[in-house]
């Protein structure tokens, strides 16, 4: 336990020295040597910043005061943090402690040797002030940010230009939180920078992967990091990288067989993001020939993402991919932390995240398909019969609805949501191992769950949870991007949430958009109470194991969202 024993020192150090109290408004010589007179019967509250969960340095700080009475006599004026202090222990608690894999407690770090590096330190604190500026709207921070961003990257280079001196651990943590400050700092789609440092990142392991008996971790986290990149280049509508070919063969040649289903998501992701780069720069015609062929690279790409699915989900190649549904009784989990009662478990995280990302692909190419069947339905009436063309959109709608319901049910794996305590942790912890950094997976979470949240035909709750989520998020690490992504989700009332074209005559639905956090939202970090107290926990209740998700019948239309 840390005591904040300030007042006690400070008065029992005056009585000894035979003087009275200062004032805490004794921050400067001038107003020090007015109070010297003040009456000791008003005893100070002694300032303090420093977080009772924090094992940072707390450094006395003493003053000489400018009055000849008190020339000789130094007084300890406060316990103080500084800036960068803050920074770091903002960072520690709402980026390290309580993510997957990560130290429960602060103090669990102290002999972790990437905390006490000076470029992470530099990293940790420019994240941290970045942060805190968005929270509190200080712009002084975000200078101050970017300062440290600037040591941070000059630490980094220096680093990776002798690489016989290099800790591959601390650099690769630092390049990484180099991408995570531009998702803090950036509100839109994922800047060039965030490709430029995950690109680095990948770069850089690569070199690390002839080594003999390469560790299984090791190459776990380089198909981590090319998963991790395509969630930038699809957003911002770009095609992958030619290095991304070379990484691709490195997976393929040195993954281990049970890791192959991930080498097999980026096949496919590959091709997808080349079809989307395709749209975005190319006008389809309804009708042409080229419209057909590519409602049918859509359709297959579904179709490998649905036989993956149904080959791994049961651990027919892999045990590790099993995926396993379990829920309790309503009312053990809070509503906001924890979708419909229900989590997951996996074999590690490694193998969670691999599967949101097949679940992120297959709700894109669904959108497309439903997109391709709005806008060109003489193109795919030549690739559907009329007759049957009716029945796939509805059988692609229900698959929208069961992998974005799969998708918020994930979420408690990735993200521990501030009001889930103790018990309901030791229910989602059934998953773990093999996240390395618990935090790096967050960043491609938040445009998951937008995606879930924005899918065409979901239902209103799922618009809600996913915004809800969202905006937690954001006054929980000061995201800047979450906040921005909640944005993009409106909550139909009286209909179902989810991303469409909307009907001429849906003009009179009332829309809400997420410019205010609604009712029962964090919209800070300070509303959160310190206890995390909830009301009279229910003793869990487990159910029958869900198979697959709910099926969810109807179905309403809505204005395609916009990114902005």
């Known amino acids: 336990m840390f005591r904040d024993e300030s007042t006690k020192v400070i008065q029992k150090a005056h009585a000894q020295w035979g003087i009275s109290d200062l004032p805490d408004s004794a921050d400067s010589p001038s107003s020090s040597s007015s109070s010297s007179s003040s009456s000791s019967s008003s005893t100070p509250s ?18 000489l005061s400018a009055s000849p009475e008190h020339s000789l006599t130094r007084l300890p004026q406060e316990i103080y943090a500084t800036k960068d202090d803050q920074a770091i222990q ?23 040797e990437w905390i006490h590096a000076p470029e992470f330190r530099d990293m940790m604190a420019a994240v941290g002030l970045a942060s805190m500026s968005n929270l509190t709207g200080n712009k002084a921070l975000v200078t101050m940010a970017r300062q440290k961003y600037g040591l941070a990257l000059q630490h980094t280079a220096s680093s990776i230009a002798n690489p016989q001196a290099m800790n591959l651990d601390i650099s690769l943590r630092t390049v990484i939180m180099l991408a995570i400050y531009e998702v803090i700092r950036n509100k839109g ?24 008996n390469l560790p299984q971790d090791l190459m776990r986290g380089f198909l981590q990091l090319c998963l991790a990149l395509l969630n930038p280049f699809y957003v911002g509508n770009l095609a992958l990288p030619p290095a991304y070919s070379g990484w691709f063969d490195l997976c393929n040649r040195l993954a281990a067989p049970s890791d192959k289903p991930a080498v097999e998501i980026l096949d496919i992701a ?16 309804d009708g042409r020939p080229k419209t057909s062929q590519i409602i049918r690279s859509a359709l297959a790409i579904d179709a490998e993402l649905d036989a993956w699915e149904r080959q791994h989900s049961q651990g027919s190649v892999s045990s590790i991919w099993t995926v396993l549904e379990e829920r309790c009784a309503p009312g053990f989990f809070p509503s906001d932390g924890v979708f419909e009662d229900s989590y997951h478990v996996y074999a590690d995280h490694w193998v969670a995240r691999g599967w949101n990302h097949q679940r992120w692909l297959r709700l894109l190419t669904c959108r497309l398909l439903i997109e391709f069947s709005d806008r060109y339905p003489v ?10 063309m009716a029945a796939e959109q509805q059988n692609i709608l229900a698959t929208i609805r069961r992998i974005a319901r799969d998708l918020l049910v994930s979420i408690p794996t990735h993200y521990r949501h501030p009001r889930l305590e103790r018990q309901h942790r030791d229910y989602i912890d059934m998953t773990s191992g093999g996240a390395g950094m618990g935090v790096v997976g967050l960043p491609n979470l938040l445009f998951q769950i937008q995606v879930a949240g924005s899918a065409p035909g979901v239902p209103r709750h799922y618009t809600v949870f996913a915004r809800n989520m969202l905006e937690t998020i954001f006054a929980d690490t000061g995201m800047l991007q979450a906040r921005g992504l909640a944005e993009t989700l409106v ?10 074209n909307n009907n001429s005559n849906n003009h009179e639905v009332k829309q809400e958009r997420a410019d205010t956090p609604p009712e029962g939202v964090l919209t800070s970090i300070e509303s959160l109470p310190s206890s995390r107290k909830k009301a009279p926990i229910v003793v869990p209740q487990p159910q029958t194991q869900l198979a697959g998700g709910q099926q969810l019948l109807w179905y309403h239309e809505r204005p395609e969202e916009s990114y902005s």
């Open 270 to 285: 590959t091709r997808l993001l080349e079809l989307n780069a395709y749209l975005n720069n190319y006008a389809l015609i």
């Open 491 to 500: 909550v139909v009332d009286g209909g179902v949430g989810g991303s469409g």
């Open 379 to 388: 193109s795919c009436a030549q690739v559907f019969s009329p007759a049957n």
């Open 189 to 212: 789609r994922p800047t060039e920078a965030v490709r430029t440092h995950l690109m680095g990142a990948t770069a850089l392991l690569s070199n690390f992967l002839c080594i003999p």
């Open 90 to 112: 903002f960072y520690v608690e709402h980026y390290v402690v309580g993510h997957p894999d990560e130290p429960t407690a602060a103090h669990e770090l102290r002999m972790v």
């Open 46 to 63: 002694p300032k303090s910043v420093v977080s009772s969960r924090s094992y940072f340095s707390t450094r006395p700080r003493f003053k």
